[in-house]
């Protein structure tokens, strides 16, 4: 793009690769540049905690307000109810209300670690859709805001579209959602003034819809903007690792393995995701990202301690890098390695070393760990496992046993007192 960008927002994302689409970027520019711009991004409450595919849109909330403006996070307590579509083969399983609100419960601890909330100009809010959606009269709906959809056009929307032509189903409570999510930008334009919605590029439609509808209820003038879907440069879609996703959540994935992900980055990626993820000028991203041969490690465990630091803290970033240095320099256990307590009944006469391999998360089957251990891939205190008959006493296990799959996965097993 020629557009020199006023703002510095809008800066921020060309130069360091957020931006994939946006409705009018001279506009918006022009908005961003004469005051405080309000702009959300929805999350469904699918899981427990947002995994690593989530983090660009995090960061974009928090570019957002180091730059002057007021990120709205929006927490789908009402559309997880009925599920995104976008680019799916099949339908989301639906979720109960109790499910739902445990969800954002658990969602909500992340964003602290990147955006503040409070009642500032510039301080994020943090809302949830259901406050709006979940008292919604269907026929009053259906009047005053189902009119203003065309169903060719939401027809013609590449996610609704590639079901389609795949001639996978597309149920009518599937359809809705993006009304619903078209609904939700008119709200939050007419309740906080919100004048941006950013996601991902899956999200264009949606976004697109939202701001027609606001247009056409209020006469209003409102933005989209979208970030690329991220893969890595092996093809693989970002946020997924050989133990499944890697989420931003300590419980269900710990710093050092979190550490660990980035810090296990292809050099491929490295300079994209040190101007993603982390928030070192671009003159230093590009430099580390040139180097080369085992130069380009040091940048790597740079990535990992950036990244680390922005969500878990500096302490836990330091503990992390001392672990792997312990692990793989040393052959140390480390003291952050994922860890796995087994009881003295779950033992007995003695537990099998395939047991201990599922069960600490390293294989996800039987299957894997034999496979992974007659590919000499599997180690017990560093020492290669070439049975997998092995049977591991009380005795064993009390004294505490690293496992490792690979080079660079490793999880200690205790005895429970």
């Known amino acids: 793009m020629n557009y020199k960008p006023k703002s510095d927002f809008m800066e921020v994302m060309l130069s360091r690769g957020f931006l994939a689409d946006c409705t009018d970027f001279q506009s918006l520019d022009e908005a961003l540049s004469s005051g405080i711009v309000p702009g959300y991004i929805g ?20 570019w957002l307000q180091k730059t002057g403006h007021k990120p709205i996070v929006l927490m789908g307590g009402g559309t997880t109810k009925v599920g995104d579509p976008s680019f799916r083969a099949d339908e989301r399983p639906l979720l109960g ?22 009642n500032g ?33 939401m027809l013609s929307f590449e996610s609704v579209k590639s079901r389609i032509d795949r001639e996978q189903s597309l149920s009518f ?76 959540n300590a419980s269900m994935k710990s710093p050092y393995e979190f550490w660990q992900f980035w810090r296990n980055t292809s050099d491929a990626d490295t300079e994209r995701f040190l101007k993603l993820y982390t928030e070192l000028p671009i003159e230093e991203c590009n430099r580390l990202g040139s180097l ?12 990992a ?7 878990h803290g500096a302490d836990a970033a330091h503990a992390a890098m001392k672990t792997a240095k312990e692990v793989f320099e040393k052959g140390g256990v480390g003291e952050e390695l994922p860890t796995f307590t087994l009881a003295a009944n779950d033992v007995g006469d003695g537990v099998s070393i395939v047991q201990l391999l599922v069960k600490s998360g390293l294989a996800s089957s039987g299957k894997e760990a034999k496979r992974l251990i007659a590919d000499n891939g599997a180690r ?12 591991l006493t009380v005795d064993q296990i009390r004294s505490s046993l690293k496992l490792s799959a690979g080079k660079k996965r490793h999880a200690v097993v205790f005895l429970a007192d």
């Open 173 to 248: 409570l599937e359809f809705n959602y993006m009304i619903l999510q078209a609904y939700d930008f008119l709200e939050l334009n007419r309740r906080y003034g919100c004048l941006l919605q950013m996601g991902g590029s899956d999200q264009w439609g949606n976004i697109v819809n939202g701001i027609d509808l606001t247009r056409r209820v209020l006469d209003h003038e409102i933005y989209g903007l979208t970030s690329p879907l991220l893969t890595t440069s092996d093809g693989k879609k970002m946020g997924k690792s050989q133990d499944g996703a890697v989420w931003l």
């Open 305 to 311: 301690n950036e990244v680390t630091t922005l969500l």
């Open 97 to 118: 209300p109790e499910q739902i609100d445990s969800n954002i419960a658990g969602i909500k601890q992340v964003f602290d670690s990147y955006i503040s909330f409070g």
């Open 121 to 153: 100009e510039t301080d994020a809010l943090l809302l949830n859709n259901a406050e709006w959606l979940d008292g919604l009269n269907y026929l009053d709906f259906l009047r005053d805001i189902g009119r203003h959809f065309s169903v060719n056009r």
């Open 43 to 62: 999350f469904d409450a699918t899981a427990e905690s947002l995994h690593v595919g989530s983090l660009i849109q995090i960061m974009m909330l928090r």
């Open 292 to 303: 080369e041969g085992a130069e380009i490690n040091e940048a790597k465990i740079i990535l």
């Open 380 to 391: 017990l205190n560093d020492e290669l496992i070439s049975n997998a008959a092995m049977l």
